[in-house]
């Protein structure tokens, strides 16, 4: 069934979501708060968009032209209508295709920051999948490997253009490894732990191409009190709040 809600505080902006479908998250919010973003940036490609969260929350922080790429159509509309709704179609563009042929036929050097919230879970990582083939495919890398999405950025980048991911910390020696091999330099680091006293569940990673060596590891984020609230750091991304927001996330 298809809804629509409040985007976190934002009383002016609003998303569309399938509730049979795979919502957003936490992840999709850390990101577009994470990324590095200055007046610079004129292009940025989302990869694997969704319904277009991570482009809509990058509106309020940039001017920049932002591209979402989406291979499940129904996600894709859900995307369509909630930048339409938002009033957005002059600064958000998606489009309902693969990423790895959108790629193949986008010249090289074509972006200033690319973002992506991937699939979290290699194929046979977990011992059976969702049984909604769109759920599948937001979390199982069936479709989208973490491979593809560096070896696209490498081409898609300029030079000095940012990577910046959300992910699991297990993967982080893949990512390293990778942006490596594909002349990204990784150069930021956050983790996030649902509590203090707990292991860390999120990655957010951020890698420039060709850019000089320099890691930044950057302090801890918590997201939740011993109370089961969130904290502060995370309340601050919930602006101009309203009753009617879900923060089911």
């Given amino acids: 069934m298809k ?10 902006l609003k998303i569309y979501q399938d509730t049979d479908m795979f919502h957003f998250s936490l992840d999709s919010v850390l990101l577009p708060n994470f990324v590095t973003l200055n007046q610079s940036v004129k292009n940025i490609l989302d990869i694997g968009t969704g319904n277009a969260v991570i482009p809509i929350l990058l509106s309020t922080k940039t001017n920049a032209h932002i591209t979402g790429v989406e291979i499940q159509k129904k996600s894709y509309d859900l995307g369509k209508q909630s930048v339409i709704y938002n009033h957005l179609e002059n600064q958000i563009t998606l489009y309902n295709e693969d990423v790895k042929k959108y790629a193949s036929l986008c010249e090289s050097d074509q972006y200033d920051v690319i973002t992506c919230n991937p699939p979290f ?17 937001a979390r199982h890398e069936l479709c989208l490997t973490l491979e593809d999405v560096i070896h696209i950025s490498r081409k898609l980048l300029k030079n000095n253009g940012i990577l910046a991911l959300v992910h699991r910390p297990e993967r982080l020696m893949d990512i390293l490894m ?14 996030v732990y649902p509590k203090q006293e707990k292991e860390a569940n999120i990655l957010l990673i951020e890698g420039t191409k ?40």
């Fill in 3 to 12: 809804i629509l809600n409040y985007l976190l505080g934002y009383e002016d």
């Fill in 121 to 137: 879970f290699k194929v046979g990582e977990e011992s059976h999948f969702n049984d909604a083939i769109e759920k599948t495919i």
């Fill in 178 to 191: 990778l942006m490596k091999e594909n002349n990204i330099e990784p150069k930021k680091i956050q983790f």
């Fill in 210 to 249: 060709n850019g000089k060596s320099g890691l930044k590891i950057l302090p801890p984020i918590y997201t939740h009190k011993e109370n089961g609230d969130y904290t502060e750091t995370i309340e601050q991304y919930f602006v101009r709040g309203d009753s009617n927001v879900s923060k089911e996330l």
